[in-house]
């Protein structure tokens, strides 16, 4: 037997239009119903949550502002943590340039390093591992006579190391050769001479041997140690020569007294004296035009120069410095007996000595001409011009004793 239908199947099966809208208001009304009680339930669980969250929150509150401190005290190793946790920052620094350090001034060895490479250089390549005799005699002979230090020093050396050194391996004719350099060396050792007020300084060398900068450089030196400088612009024959020595005065910071091109050099010396004398300088450089040694009337003209000087101040100038480039290799020694015998060289400059391998003449300079060496240039720097020292200049062209090696 079939079930009868319910009231609702029958509705459901057959529905009747004016049934159907009272069914729909039914089922939104009970929607609408459970929706409301869902929404007030996720209220009250939330604040719920939220009430004991700040409860917590208040738990750990300090109660008063120096606690805070406090607080912020003990929280203080977390910067480190921070710190040490910033790869980031540390990464990004790892990635920018590094700080470009002040320049320590070079070394005198990296300045003479081609000189180095050279002489030295080419001794421990010439013997290599083997010994003094036979040919490797002769290349070492051929490579003093060819290393610009004059005939007479390039004899000298060869006769100590075939004295010493004969049969013996290279890091021993090396060790006579630089004893007999620092002794040739040591002879012409000397501090630049002091004690005159005003003191003079004249300044000689043919063209572009680097008196005017050599000049610049020592008028630094002696502003630095608190002296009054006044510079003398003695080079009459080029405009440019006057107003590179006055861009060196104002770089400077001391007096430059100069006269008119093509005037008469002795008497801008004059004035360059008188001014010297009158304004209490300490000391008086005086800078001259590039002679050729081989003019006779610009020698001449050097003469009348140092008689002005000596008629101004009492047996001035005090140094007579000649300036001698290292690249002219042996015509520096050429140029060094004609300026010897024109005036009465004191002291002498040997410049560039940073962009040659000639630098060996210096040797043979020290040991023809017996005349101090004061200063060496080894560079366009201030800081370039080095007094000279034999033993700093034969460590820097030897390296390390073999016996620090
Ligand atoms: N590398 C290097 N250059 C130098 C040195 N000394 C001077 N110079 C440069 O050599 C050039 C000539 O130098 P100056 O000082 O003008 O030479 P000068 O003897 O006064 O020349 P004149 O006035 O023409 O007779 C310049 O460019 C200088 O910067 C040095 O020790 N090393
Ligand atoms: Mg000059």
Redesign the pocket.
């Known amino acids: 037997m079939t079930p009868s239908p319910t009231l609702l199947e029958t509705i459901l099966s057959n529905p009747a239009p004016w049934l159907v809208a009272p069914a729909v208001l039914l089922l939104f009304v009970l929607a609408t119903l459970v929706g409301a009680s869902v929404s007030r339930r996720r209220m009250r669980l939330q604040a719920e949550r939220g009430s004991s969250a700040q409860a917590a929150a208040e738990k750990a509150q300090p109660a008063t502002d120096e606690a805070a401190f406090a607080e912020e005290d003990r929280d203080l190793p977390a910067v480190v943590q921070a710190d040490q946790d910033l790869p980031a920052v540390v990464q990004a620094d790892q990635d920018l340039p590094a700080p470009k350090p002040t320049k320590p001034p070079a070394s005198l060895r990296e300045r003479l390093a081609q000189t180095s490479n050279f002489l030295i250089g080419g001794f421990e390549r010439a013997l290599g591992g083997g010994k003094l005799e036979g040919d490797v005699l002769e290349e070492i002979e051929d490579l003093l006579f060819t290393a610009d230090l004059g005939v007479k020093t390039a004899d000298s050396l060869l006769g100590s190391i075939r004295r010493e050194a004969a049969g013996k391996d290279a890091t021993a004719v090396v060790d006579v050769l630089r004893a007999a350099v620092l002794k040739k060396l040591t002879e012409v050792e000397g501090a630049a001479v002091t004690g005159a007020r005003p003191h003079v300084i004249l300044v000689l ?1 043919v ?8 000049i610049g450089k020592l008028a630094a030196r002696y502003k630095a140690a608190g002296k009054k400088v006044l510079l003398g612009a003695g ?1 009459t024959f080029r405009a440019a ?1 006057t107003e ?1 020595l006055q861009v060196w005065g104002e770089r400077v910071g001391c007096d430059v007294i100069a006269g008119s091109e093509g005037g008469d050099p002795a008497a801008v010396v004059f004035d360059a004296m008188k001014a010297g004398v009158a304004r209490g300088a300490d000391v008086i450089i005086i800078d001259t ?2 002679r050729l040694q081989t003019k006779q009337p610009l020698m001449e003209e050097l003469t009348k120069i140092v008689r002005v000087i000596g008629r101004e101040v009492e047996s001035a100038p005090h140094e007579t410095l000649l ?1 001698l480039d290292a690249n002219t290799g042996q015509n520096a020694l050429s140029q060094a007996r004609v300026f010897t015998e024109a005036a009465g060289v004191t002291g002498l400059v040997l ?5 040659t391998a000639k630098g060996g003449v210096l040797v043979g300079l020290a040991d023809e001409f017996q005349i101090p060496v004061r200063y060496v ?4 720097a201030l800081e ?1 011009l080095r007094d000279f020292s034999a033993q700093e200049f034969v460590d820097a062209l030897f390296g390390p004793p073999s016996s620090q090696t």
């Open positions: 060398g063209n572009g041997a680097g008196k005017t900068t050599t080079d020569a590179q035009a590039g300036v410049t560039k000595l940073d962009g240039g080894v560079g366009e370039d």
